[in-house]
């Protein structure tokens, strides 16, 4: 089944105290992007990649590290959190070639930082 | 930069009601143009998408959008809720060009039944 999948779907933790997301996509897509969605914000872009090794930053990137060492994943690393990243995160992916391509969003972790 | 507004956070309606959502967008040029759905506790699902032709486009579960280019706006209509369709809403635009999507602040719909 083509899919987005996300760990963990919920994650509490301290203010500080490294943390990592983990995204992985099973299309061979060349795009992938995180959000987070806050509430009457929509969800805004923190990063995306447009292919292995190539990174960008989206409007939201403070706080916030990516890597894409391999196509079919695509880690969000929150070096040192803090309350105001406490969100609902998500990540996507996309076929870049053609033009008539969706986003396929992944279920999404629940973050809560204390 | 582009911008995309969703004029209604909460709608309440009864089943068999019509609905319309509004969304206008920011940005002169050529965009593609989609509705996303998320029900409760689950992820972003495509509804519809507009890339080019047809201004009124056919999605699943009942629903349409029409682009009317001139006023910037894709908006969402189905003509009979279902307590179902309670969920929110978000409007999406890309530049034709581009890849990054740009949502707006989304649209929480309640159906009562």
């Known amino acids: 089944e083509a899919q987005v999948t996300q760990n963990p779907r919920y994650l509490i933790t301290v203010t500080g105290k490294k943390l990592t997301v983990t995204c992985s996509q099973n299309m061979n897509h060349e795009y992938m992007s995180w959000y987070r969605q806050d509430p009457g914000l929509g969800l805004r872009q923190i990063y995306y990649s447009m292919n292995v090794e190539v990174t960008d930053k989206g409007d939201v990137p403070e706080g916030y590290k990516v890597s894409r060492k391999e196509k079919r994943n695509f880690p969000l690393i929150l070096e040192s959190p803090s309350p105001n990243q406490t969100s609902l995160y998500f990540c996507?992916?996309?076929?870049?070639?053609?033009?008539?391509?969706?986003?396929?969003f992944g279920p999404g972790t629940r973050l809560t930082v204390t | 930069a582009q911008s995309v507004s969703q004029h209604n956070h909460h709608v309440i309606l009864s089943e068999a009601a019509s609905l319309e959502l509004g969304c206008n967008y920011s940005y002169g040029g050529t965009v593609n143009l989609f509705w996303y759905v998320q029900y409760p506790g689950q992820h972003l699902q495509l509804l519809l998408k507009y890339f080019s032709g047809d201004p009124l486009v056919k999605g699943i579960k009942g629903f349409e959008a029409e682009f009317i280019k001139s006023k910037f706006s894709f908006n969402l209509r189905k003509p009979s809720v279902q307590w179902s369709d309670t969920a929110e809403y978000f409007c999406a635009v890309n530049e034709a060009a581009g890849n990054k999507l740009t949502f707006g602040g989304g649209t929480r719909v309640l159906v009562k039944p």
């Open positions: 996507a992916s996309k076929q870049l070639a053609g033009v008539l391509n969706e986003q396929y």
